[in-house]
């Protein structure tokens, strides 16, 4: 088997939360298997990886995301299309706004997004922060900490990652979080939301063999400690 290829955008400037953890998961989780892996850091002006099959983004501070925001959009066709074909892409937060339509500002600033998500969002003054955990229908409960002021707003194109209450997750009012299309999956949940929640971990490898056409029979691994570390997070306040 050829080494599954994980792509990391801007490592240095979108890891504000540890988002480069959710890299650090699949990595092991692939070479406790004993399959190979190969881990592919994109910073601004470098290429994408014609051959990635997991594409990761993370969060950063504003004035981070303003710093590759113009490097991200001329990525766009390429992303469009690593989407259509069924790259498994995790964004988080500020990668996730990125993917959408567009980012407008309090002040009514309109930032192109790139398309791959059919999502808008918003900024406002007041920020959600704080420990959250997100039902799924397909991984179960994720686990993770949101800390944002973007309002997103998912349409028609998009469907929701999955639950939890309102006042949290897209947009504080609909009690949605996170949005998916086809293989790209886009949420606010930092920590790294992987780390605690290691069946969605192997859900994004499954996905990622089986577009390749490999087996997707993953072998067990003990998850004791990520569980509990999930069940201590879900009982802290926010």
């Not at 995301?65 to 690593?82: C, H, K, N, P």
């Not at 567009?102 to 791959?116: A, H, K, L, M, S």
Request: charged share 25%.
């Amino acid at each position: 088997m050829r080494p599954l290829v994980l792509a990391h955008l801007y490592p240095r400037e979108m890891n504000i939360y540890g988002d480069t953890g959710n890299v650090l998961v699949l990595r092991r989780r692939l070479e406790w298997r004993g399959l190979p892996v190969t881990v592919v850091p994109v910073s601004v002006g470098d290429s994408l990886p014609s051959d990635a099959d997991v594409l990761l983004g993370g969060g950063g501070q504003d004035a981070a995301q303003g710093e590759i925001g113009a490097d991200f959009a001329t990525r766009g066709a390429q992303l469009r299309a690593m989407a259509d074909d069924g790259v498994v892409m995790l964004a988080i937060c500020g990668s996730y706004q990125m993917l959408g339509h567009e980012f407008v500002t309090q002040e009514g600033r309109r930032i192109p997004g790139v398309g791959v998500l059919d999502v808008t969002t918003h900024g406002q003054a007041e920020r959600l922060i704080g420990n959250n955990y997100v039902e799924t229908p397909d991984a179960g409960r994720l686990v993770g900490y949101e800390n944002h002021s973007g309002l997103t707003t998912l349409w028609s194109g998009a469907r929701p990652l999955g639950t939890t209450r309102p006042g949290r997750g897209n947009n504080g009012s609909d009690g949605t979080e996170g949005a998916v299309r086809d293989n790209v999956i886009g949420t606010y949940l930092h920590g790294p939301v992987l780390a605690k929640s290691p069946r969605f971990a192997d859900d994004l490898l499954r996905r990622a063999l089986a577009r390749r056409g490999d087996p997707v029979e993953l072998e067990p691994i003990d998850d004791t400690l990520p569980e509990l570390a999930a069940r201590v997070a879900v009982g802290r306040p926010r």
